[in-house]
């Protein structure tokens, strides 16, 4: 066995690094990893023009965006702030933690596709989010956006695998059951539980935290 | 039947428009650029399977060139002002949400309905696809009812969605790169040098220290590949089944379940994971493009010594 394939490895952690545009960076990795493996250029791109295409599924998820935008265009960033404003209470922190658990409960029950970065994070929670922080600060404002997209990564990864007809569980299930190990898929779903309330604890202590901060500051 | 194919012309048709419009558009430097990219997009989305293997390598290596030579630009599309959105959002109040929820309740109804009831026995839709077909099926209804209570511009779909899309730009087609890269690491044999590198490094008889480079190891994997899904066969194999499960006596379930997640805490510190890390920084218009993944470390970090923590007391492994 030859380490050479792992070059392709190497060209993709550069580019990240030196922040190319990772589109070029990819296909460069792809073509390097490929030609290395013994195989031959018009092979190498008709491997990857392949695969492109098979995960063409990726792409279905975009025609959200002219229903997002036509919203948008109505106000509906405007509605969703409007909204937080009206709750006197109301704190970027709490908000958050309520999402999170709206997200974990939902993948958790199978609902993983009723909310996303394009359909509930753009549109709603982070000009809620912003609201309840009082119109903060270009630098301020910028760091509550990163973290809604991050509660909503969060509570959709350690929510979906309590849910046992979904893709991964599937995944090691198979892969077991091939090694000789039958299990159910309700047996590894009962045991993603752990790991989400682990999720719910770290990540709602940073929420708490940052309301905390906030009223410091 | 309704088949995967069959949403792929919705999705194709919409990058159409938003090529044929980015090419009209003069307010934008690149548009031949914007109009070339998102052509191709909406060429692979309604005519990928007649243009063969090597034609879609080649829209893939023409992709790659527009946007790596900085090709790709922002258009202007036709949409309301701050102040006008304002006053719309006053006017409308909270019924603004109904169409908003429109696309959810129907992906949601739907599945159900389908996984629950003897609707799902009539073979109309392509198995384990139900969800995708609601949800083109929520975006048409979403429209419907948008257009019939709203009545905005004909264009304004395609517009609003260009505008959407311009601001996210190339890294809207990053995702399904890097799962062809999963592909072709994979067909090259990757997994297996990572997965023989893996085991050369475990120390002879130390449980713990087998079940730390376990999970660092699915979530490091991870971090390359992007998806847990590439890592977990190759660390299942390597250490999770001949180590710790047939050796040391661990519980699969445990193993198998802890393992995956601990694979979900590379994923949220990975540009690999494109489309949960990059696509939201750039729909956020945030400045740094990764910013989410900043955000996500100081969880990820602690979350992963959990999943160590939790593989080792809940396995049987002590």
Redesign the interface.
């Known amino acids: 066995?030859?380490?050479l394939?792992?070059l392709?490895?190497l060209i993709?952690?550069a580019g990240?690094a030196l922040?190319l545009?990772?589109?070029?960076v990819?296909?460069a990795?792809?073509l390097a990893?490929?030609l290395?493996?013994g195989?031959g250029p018009?092979e190498?791109?008709?491997?990857?023009?392949?695969?492109?295409?098979?995960?063409?599924?990726?792409?279905?998820?975009?025609?959200?965006?002219?229903?997002?935008?036509?919203?948008?265009?109505?106000?509906?960033?405007?509605?969703?702030a409007?909204?937080i404003r009206g709750f006197k209470g109301a704190t970027t922190g709490k908000l958050l933690l309520l999402y999170l658990a709206y997200r974990q409960i939902t993948a958790a029950v199978?609902?993983h596709?009723?909310?996303g970065?394009?359909?509930t994070?753009?549109?709603?929670v982070?000009p809620m989010a912003l609201a309840a922080a009082g119109d903060p600060p270009p630098e301020e404002a910028?760091?509550i956006?990163?973290?809604?997209?991050?509660t909503?990564?969060?509570g959709l990864?350690?929510g979906e695998?309590v849910f046992f007809a979904i893709?991964?569980?599937v995944?090691?299930?198979q892969?077991?059951a091939a090694?000789g190990?039958a299990?159910t898929p309700l047996?590894?779903?009962?045991?993603?539980i752990?790991?989400a309330i682990?999720?719910f604890v770290?990540?709602g202590a940073?929420l708490w935290w940052w309301d905390r901060r906030r009223r410091a500051a | 039947m309704i088949t995967?194919t069959w949403?792929?012309v919705?999705?194709g048709l919409?990058?159409a428009g938003v090529a044929l419009r980015s090419a009209l558009d003069r307010s934008n430097a690149k548009r031949f650029g914007n109009a070339a990219f998102w052509g191709l997009?909406a060429l692979?989305?309604l005519a990928?399977?007649l243009i063969?293997?090597?034609?879609?390598?080649?829209?893939?290596?023409g992709?790659?060139?527009l946007?790596?030579f900085?090709l790709v630009g922002r258009g202007h599309p036709a949409?309301?002002t701050e102040p006008?959105?304002?006053?719309?959002?006053?006017r409308?109040?909270?019924r603004?949400?109904l169409?908003?929820l429109v696309?959810?309740a129907v992906?949601?109804v739907g599945?159900l309905a389908w996984s629950y009831t003897p609707l799902g026995a009539t073979g109309w839709i392509e198995p384990k696809r139900e969800?995708?077909v609601f949800?083109?099926l929520g975006?048409l209804l979403?429209?419907g009812v948008?257009f019939a209570w709203?009545r905005?511009p004909a264009l304004?779909?395609?517009?609003?969605?260009r505008?959407?899309?311009d601001a996210i730009g190339?890294a809207?087609?990053?995702?399904?790169?890097?799962?062809?890269?999963?592909?072709?690491?994979a067909?090259?044999?990757?997994g297996?040098?990572?997965g023989?590198g893996v085991r050369s490094v475990i120390p002879e008889g130390s449980v713990f220290l087998t079940v730390c480079v376990f999970a660092l190891g699915m979530a490091g994997f991870t971090m390359?590949m992007g998806n847990?899904?590439a890592a977990?066969?190759v660390m299942?194999?390597a250490i999770g089944?001949p180590l710790l499960?047939a050796d040391y006596g661990g519980d699969?379930?445990?193993i198998?379940?802890?393992?995956?997640?601990a694979g979900?805490c590379g994923?949220?510190m990975t540009?690999?994971a494109?489309?949960?890390?990059?696509?939201?920084?750039a729909?956020?218009e945030?400045?740094?493009?990764y910013?989410?993944i900043?955000?996500?470390i100081?969880?990820a970090l602690?979350?992963l010594a959990?999943?160590i923590a939790?593989l080792y007391l809940?396995a049987g492994l002590m």
């Open positions: 066995m030859t380490w394939p792992l392709g490895i993709v952690v990240f922040r545009n990772p589109m070029p990819v296909v990795a792809g990893t490929g290395l493996a195989m018009v190498v791109i008709a491997a990857f023009g392949k695969a492109f295409n098979d995960n063409r599924i990726i792409a279905i998820v975009w025609v959200v965006l002219p229903v997002i935008g036509l919203l948008e265009r109505y106000g509906l960033q405007q509605r969703a409007a909204v199978g609902l596709s009723t909310a970065h394009p359909q994070v753009r549109p709603l982070a910028e760091k956006k990163a973290m809604t997209a991050a909503d990564n969060v990864f350690f695998d893709g991964s569980i995944l090691i299930q892969v077991l090694e190990y299990l047996e590894l779903a009962l045991w993603a752990p790991s682990a999720a770290i990540h940073r | 995967l949403l792929y919705p999705a919409l990058f997009m692979s989305l990928g399977d063969g293997d090597f034609g879609n390598g080649l829209l893939v290596l992709l790659a060139a946007a790596g900085g949409t309301t006008e959105r304002e006053a719309f959002s006053q409308l109040g909270n603004l949400f169409p908003a696309i959810p992906a949601l599945t969800t995708y949800l083109v975006v979403a429209l948008i709203l905005p304004a779909p395609v517009e609003e969605g505008r959407l899309l190339w809207a087609v990053l995702p399904q790169l890097l799962a062809a890269l999963g592909a072709v690491f067909a090259a044999g990757v297996e040098i990572v023989a390359i847990a899904f977990f066969p299942a194999a089944v499960i699969p379930a445990v198998g379940a802890v393992g995956m997640l979900f994923t949220l540009p690999m494109a489309n949960f890390n990059l696509v939201p920084a729909l956020l945030l400045k740094d493009q910013g989410v900043r955000a996500q100081p969880t602690p979350l959990a999943q939790i809940f």
